[in-house]
């Protein structure tokens, strides 16, 4: 079991060793490695930080500098997925049935959303199985 902020698993699409800083990076790439190295993991999914906000230099005080932002984020992600507690499979099949459009809405105001790759990721999610 693995507790994982929900907009996380949107993150994980886009990333591309790109972060806030070095301890930030090596601490994303390590739990989004070891997240979809196992489809059968059972996330426990909360709007609260999580593990990859540990390292995060917006972390202020237990609460995220956009937290308004990531809250939104979440609790759409918490509904749409209907589960607080999933495997990371189910997730990304249920999340494959996310329309663009809203895609784009939750994210775009996302800091590392101009740089393209999270929509590239998401719309490779939708064309190709994630795990084999």
Partial sequence: M????PHHLLCFLGFRGLGYND???QNFA???ENIL???GLTLTLESLPDAICQQCPEL???FCKNEEMVVLKDNFLLNFLE????????AYQKLKALEESKFITLCQDCRWY????????FRKLKSTPLFP
Avoid: H, Q, W, Y
């Fill in 23 to 25: 301890a930030f990076t």
């Fill in 30 to 32: 390590n739990i989004r």
């Fill in 2 to 5: 693995f507790n994982l902020r």
């Fill in 37 to 39: 190295s196992k489809p």
């Fill in 114 to 121: 101009p740089l393209g790759f999270c929509l590239e990721g």
């Fill in 60 to 62: 202020t005080e237990g």
């Fill in 83 to 90: 589960d607080r507690k999933i495997t990371v499979e189910l």
